[in-house]
């Protein structure tokens, strides 16, 4: 009912830059806090930031200053601007949205996940 779609992931190499999009489409009444999570084999899937409707955000200490997330509530699209990558950011990055549905129904939804790959 409810889909995200994340693009923008790729090889980049340390010091360069990347923009992930993820836009949230289906049967949505309004979305509420979208985020971005990464996970890398062996690991727990950790937040990378946060941003609510109102564009109050949060950043996991490890990307402070060097990340932005943004978001486009017209498009239902969040934004990860991804600076002076480090070989520790390669993970999967996932997109994720709390959405109240059109049959009013609030629940957190997922994308499927975008390689990002730093090379020293």
């Known amino acids: 009912q409810v889909q995200l779609v994340e693009s923008g992931g790729g090889l980049v190499q340390a010091g360069g830059s990347l923009r992930l999009s993820c836009a949230a489409s289906?049967?949505?009444?309004?979305?509420?806090?979208m985020g971005w999570y990464r996970q890398v084999p062996g690991k727990e899937r950790e937040l990378v930031a946060t941003i609510t409707s109102g564009s109050a955000t949060n950043y996991a200490d490890s990307v402070k200053g060097r990340f932005t997330i943004s978001r486009d509530n017209a498009k239902n699209t969040v934004y990860l601007q991804m600076n002076n990558l480090k070989p520790d950011d390669t993970a999967v990055y996932f997109c994720?949205?709390?959405?109240?549905?059109?049959?009013?129904?609030?629940?957190?939804?997922w994308g499927q996940g975008t390689q990002v790959t730093v090379s020293s």
């Open positions: 289906g049967r949505i009444f309004s979305t509420h806090v």
């Open positions: 994720n949205a709390d959405v109240t549905t059109v049959a009013r129904s609030r629940t957190n939804f």
